[in-house]
């Protein structure tokens, strides 16, 4: 676990699965049908409980001109600017289970902000970087 500094705001595009975590690869599958240039973006997904403590998770890539997800008549979120705890996972398609083992770490933290989801950034082919902000 290590602390990271996401230093520039990154605007989304971004596919709701339908179910967690059953309908992650599909939300994944249609964000990708439905945006053109994928090839170009960076992946994530977005995680977080609503108030019946359901899990809502949004696949995502970056946005590359302005208001992209407006004129796509897609949904939107902004990684916003701010202090991160943040864990890496190699390779994490031999075991896609090590996501949730960080994030039930991470979440445990008491500097935690419960007020923002968590992240997954796939910035990697292979690897992805777990994140959930952190009180300053």
Do not use: H
Not at 1 to 22: G, N
Not at 66 to 76: H, I, T, V
């Amino acid at each position: 676990m290590e602390i990271y500094e996401w230093k520039k705001d990154v605007k989304l595009i971004c596919q709701t699965a339908t179910s967690f975590p059953d309908g992650i690869k599909d939300a994944f599958n249609t964000l990708q049908e439905n945006t053109p240039n994928c090839e170009q973006r960076t992946w994530y997904g977005i995680s977080s409980q609503n108030e019946d403590g359901v899990i809502i998770y949004k696949a995502a890539v970056n946005e590359l001109e302005d208001s992209e997800a407006e004129k796509l008549n897609a949904e939107s979120f902004t990684i916003t600017t701010g202090t991160y705890l943040a864990e890496a996972v190699k390779d994490w398609m031999k075991d896609p289970q090590q996501i949730g083992e960080i994030f039930t770490r991470l979440l445990a933290d008491p500097r935690l902000d419960y007020t923002f989801p968590c992240i997954e950034w796939y910035n990697k082919s292979d690897d992805v970087l777990c994140l959930v902000r952190i009180l300053d």
